[in-house]
């Protein structure tokens, strides 16, 4: 009888009956949330460890965050790209500081980022490395997520990304990822740019072998093509570093960003190049009616000074450890293998048990969320604002599932 009073089977039922069904989302109805915990509508509480896919590296509502966003929502939300408005130089500036660039490009959304860096990838490709008009090509990765638009799905080698939504996009060439001689051997004259995440999130936290990043950028340089490092998951302090490709010393030319760009609170996404790159664009070749708005800008500025602090980066190392020291302890009980680098772990469970459905359905029975990626793979990742309790906690609710 408890049950007919609460919310939550009714609002699941609104939210099925009035959307496409392109989700399959957890049966928890969230209504507010605080640092590392969400509460549902019928007031029971979760601890976030997937963090809005890493939207949320600062938790949620983080407060200089909120305090920005506030002081901002009183005073301008939008101007476009029109006019000049007075958050925009401090944002590009002290993005383009924390990325070691000379210029940055603000859009909205991950997909925005991905788009714009293969159109300037082009352009650079036919105005300075002088390709032949209509042939550039892009090298990408077999297990790649890298956004939902048409010309993003013409390269993803996932069958529910890709079906059905052709013609594709041509000029991208697959490789599989971590195989540096495969790579290599993909570039020809035309090639223009190679496209990677360096560590591939939603493949299930897939970090590729030890120097095969250097080795990305020692053949990228020789062969006078654009490495673009696809940092919209992995950067702004995941992996206990700034940007993930920091881990191995690499420097790509282009970084894409979004996802913790925006704080939690906004889309804000960004392309950081320098000059000799973004530097191709000019007036009317690109943008975006919101991207760099006002309140953007003033969220993803405090964004950028908290990552600039390094507290989030050490965090992220320091917990990370315990994070995956407590994972490694499950393996051979229900856990095959685990994944991952900093605050940022791939799980396979072992498929006899139990699907990565079940087992996050288990988790947010006992308070945990968390979310599956194919089959029998879970990914966490937590905020950066995580204790070690927390840690300790989500790590022996996991323990209890697997052990049935
Ligand atoms: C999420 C993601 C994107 C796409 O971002 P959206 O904001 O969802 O468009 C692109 N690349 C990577 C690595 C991502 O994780």
Known sequence: MI???LRTPEAIRDAERWTAHNYHPLPVVVSSAEGSWLTDVDGRRYLDCLAGYSALNFGHRHPTLIAAAHAQLDRLTLTSRAFIHDQFADFCRELAE?????LVLPMNTGAEAVETGIKVARKWGYQVKGVAPGQANIVVAEGNFHGRTTTIVSFSTDPDARADFGPYTPGFTVVPYGDLA?????IDENTVAVLLEPIQGEQGVVVPPEGYLPGVRRVCTERNVLFIADEIQSGLGRTGDTFACDHEGVTPDMYLLGKALGGGIVPVSAVAANVDVLGVLRPGQHGSTFGGNP??????TEVVRLLATGEFQRRSTELGARLHAGLRSLVGRGLL???GRGLWAGLDIDPTLMSGREACERLAERGVLAKDTHGATIRLAPPLVITEEEIDHAVAQLAAVLAG
């Open 3 to 5: 049950d007919d009073m």
């Open 98 to 102: 924390l990325c070691r660039k000379d």
């Open 182 to 186: 495969a790579l290599a051997a993909a």
């Open 295 to 300: 309140l953007a800008c003033a969220v993803a």
């Open 337 to 339: 293998a685990v994944r």
